[in-house]
T-cell receptor, first 112, second 115 residues
Framework: SQQGEEDPQALSIQEGENATMNCSYK?????LQWYRQNSGRGLVHLIL?????REKHSGRLRVTLDTSKKSSSLLITASRAADTASYFC????????????FGPGTRLSVLP | KAGVTQTPRYLIKTRGQQVTLSCSPI?????VSWYQQTPGQGLQFLFE???????NKGNFPGRFSGRQFSNSRSEMNVSTLELGDSALYLC??????????????FGPGTRLTVT
């Protein structure tokens, strides 16, 4: 079964609002990474959080990691129409015999 | 630095044919990974190469193969194409491989359509 699962599958918000996406995983991990993909194009790396970190910020992005619950969340504050994309979490569990495993993604639509 | 490049960007093939996709990593990166993305299965790991050696392989049939050259460029080959092989094939490069914490940088992908 898939390592990462994002929730919700789709999210629609107004510009200026915050967007929160969640990711759950099953095994121990080395780190967890979030990526953005615009309409069938390549993935853009957003942020990486190590297994010993609990929170990380990058501009309007805030990522949390709870290894006891095997979950992570991505918060995008003050969203913009340009944030419209699919967001994927990827678990790096290569220290534990796994590869990079991507979740199914959350499709975010930011309406102007 | 130039990003990861993939060629061709779009490809249409017929069932039973074979196809070769190419990926040039970021200069200085020695690790190249390949992923298949489909609406039904999402992003799935195919294989990872580092210094011309396959380091990891995903759960795909033997029709999917790859290689890496001494300049770190990588190719993947799919033989005896099936309709289900229609997908976006993404290549990612990184400076390292194996265990450790590092980012992957993705190319724009090759859109393969099998008819």
């Amino acid at each position: 079964s898939q390592q990462g699962e994002e929730d919700p599958q789709a999210l629609s918000i107004q510009e200026g609002e915050n967007a929160t996406m969640n990711c759950s995983y099953k095994t121990s991990i080395n780190n967890l990474q979030w990526y953005r993909q615009n309409s069938g194009r390549g993935l853009v790396h957003l942020i990486l959080i190590r297994s010993n970190e609990r929170e990380k910020h990058s501009g309007r992005l805030r990522v949390t990691l709870d290894t006891s619950k095997k979950s992570s969340s991505l918060l995008i504050t003050a969203s913009r129409a340009a944030d419209t994309a699919s967001y994927f979490c990827a678990t790096d569990a290569r220290n534990y015999g796994q590869n990079f495993v991507f979740g199914p993604g959350t499709r975010l639509s930011v309406l102007p | 630095k130039a990003g990861v490049t993939q060629t061709p960007r779009y490809l249409i093939k017929t069932r039973g044919q074979q196809v070769t996709l190419s990926c040039s990593p970021i200069s200085g990166h020695r690790s190249v990974s390949w992923y298949q993305q489909t609406p039904g299965q999402g992003l799935q790991f195919l294989f990872e190469y580092f210094s011309e050696t396959q380091r990891n392989k995903g759960n795909f049939p033997g029709r999917f193969s790859g290689r890496q050259f001494s300049n770190s460029r990588s190719e993947m080959n799919v033989s005896t194409l099936e309709l289900g092989d229609s997908a976006l094939y993404l290549c990612a490069s990184s400076s390292q491989a194996g265990t450790g914490t590092y980012e992957q940088y993705f190319g724009p992908g090759t859109r393969l359509t099998v008819t």
